[in-house]
Nanobody
Framework: QVELVEFGGGSVQAGGSLRLSCAASGNTLSAYCMGWFRQDSGKEREGVAAVNSVGNTRYSDSAEGRFTISKDNAKNTVYLQMNSLDSEDTGMYYC??????????????????????WGQGTQVTVSS
């Protein structure tokens, strides 16, 4: 069992940066696949970035080059550094965990079905 709590959301102007944090309890994150998802009002929850147990990372096309996912195993925390934000990055950001990054071997995008544990979300609003 893994419990996840996100921090760091807020309001920022376009071009700005935010760093989201996801603190875990119940199990060590080092052995888990960790992901960040975004959900805007009326839209499906979509994957943004993921990091596997050995530190390899994957990003959505829109996040590539602007966002960085990382984890601190000693603090049991995963981060999402978001730079060059624009209004399309607005949404509720969710941290997620799963024992395996099964989508990795499928060669497909990460989906909500790939993760068993979820945080409550943190809102990011980017104004232009």
């Amino acid at each position: 069992q893994v419990e996840l709590v996100e921090f760091g959301g807020g309001s920022v102007q376009a071009g700005g940066s935010l760093r989201l944090s996801c603190a875990a309890s119940g199990n060590t994150l080092s052995a888990y696949c960790m992901g960040w998802f975004r959900q805007d009002s009326g839209k499906e929850r979509e994957g943004v970035a993921a990091v596997n147990s050995v530190g390899n990372t994957r990003y959505s096309d829109s996040a590539e080059g602007r966002f960085t996912i990382s984890k601190d195993n000693a603090k049991n925390t995963v981060y999402l550094q978001m730079n060059s934000l624009d209004s399309e990055d607005t949404g509720m950001y969710y941290c997620a965990a799963n024992r395996w990054c099964s989508f990795w071997s499928r060669g497909t995008k990460m989906t909500v079905d790939d993760f068993a544990y979820w945080g409550q979300g943190t809102q990011v609003t980017v104004s232009s």
